[in-house]
């Protein structure tokens, strides 16, 4: 099953609650890993801060999402 992303989930978080999302945020070039503002930054933020595809972002952390649930 899908999960689905909190429009107000933080990067910090996701990755807190999905270390899977931590390969994630290094494959699209972004440093999140132990930024300060990972823990205010939400996945709209980051896309737009890294002027990256909001949409592919959110559907490649969603992925690790489920890939991490599936353990």
Same mark, same amino acid.
């Not at 099953?1 to 992303?5: E, H, Q, T, V």
């Not at 699209?28 to 300060?36: A, D």
């Not at 489920?66 to 353990?71: E, I, Q």
């Given at each position: 099953? $899908? !999960? $689905? +992303?909190s429009?107000d989930a933080?990067?910090?978080? /996701?990755? !807190?609650?999905?270390? @899977?999302a /931590? !390969?994630v945020? =290094?494959q699209?070039?972004? +440093?999140?890993?132990?930024?300060?503002i @990972?823990?205010?930054h939400?996945?709209?933020? @980051?896309?737009?801060e890294?002027n990256? #595809? *909001?949409?592919q =972002?959110r559907?490649? =952390? *969603?992925?690790?999402a #489920?890939? #991490?649930?599936?353990?």
């Open positions: 099953m $899908k !999960r $689905k +992303l429009d933080t990067m910090d978080g /996701i990755m !807190r609650e999905t270390p @899977a /931590i !390969r945020v =290094l699209h070039g972004m +440093l999140c890993v132990g930024c300060p @990972a823990s205010f939400t996945v709209s933020d @980051a896309a737009s890294h990256l #595809d *909001e949409d =972002l559907s490649d =952390l *969603e992925a690790a #489920d890939a #991490d649930g599936a353990d």
